[in-house]
């Protein structure tokens, strides 16, 4: 079992960044995929990034490269999304969740493939 809790959400002016934190908890000694994902009022869930735990692979979905940027502290248990250059279509509630790498890893891009979610926790973007 592993939880996850994630911080630092807030309101933030077009333009602007923020980073969010994702804490882990439980079995984390896996071998894992910590995925970033996010979900806008009357929308799927669309996938943010993911972090390879073992060595710190990063992958990004198309709409936030080049302006968000996956981090990890081992020491921690923590992983970080930087959000820079932040638009009103980023505005949604944020998750991290965590993929025990198997059979057709370790890219993990749909909310299924995810074993544990966190709570969420809310951005705001304001023009």
């Known amino acids: 079992q592993v939880h996850l809790v994630e911080s630092g959400g807030g309101l933030v002016q077009t333009g602007g960044s923020l980073r969010l934190s994702c804490d882990a908890s439980?079995?984390?000694?896996?071998?894992?995929?910590i995925g970033w994902f996010r979900q806008a009022p009357g929308e799927d869930r669309e996938f943010v990034g993911g972090i390879v735990l073992s060595g710190g692979i990063t992958y990004y979905g198309d709409s936030v490269k080049g302006r968000f940027t996956i981090s990890r502290d081992t020491a921690k248990n923590t992983v970080y999304l930087r959000m820079s250059n932040l638009k009103a279509d980023d505005t949604a509630v944020y998750y991290c969740?965590?993929?025990?790498?198997?059979?057709?890893?370790?890219?993990?891009?749909?909310?299924?493939?995810?074993?544990?979610w966190g709570q969420g926790t809310q951005v705001t973007v304001s023009s």
């Open positions: 439980g079995r984390t000694f896996g071998n894992y995929v």
């Open positions: 969740a965590a993929a025990l790498i198997g059979q057709g890893g370790p890219y993990y891009y749909w909310p299924y493939e995810y074993d544990y």
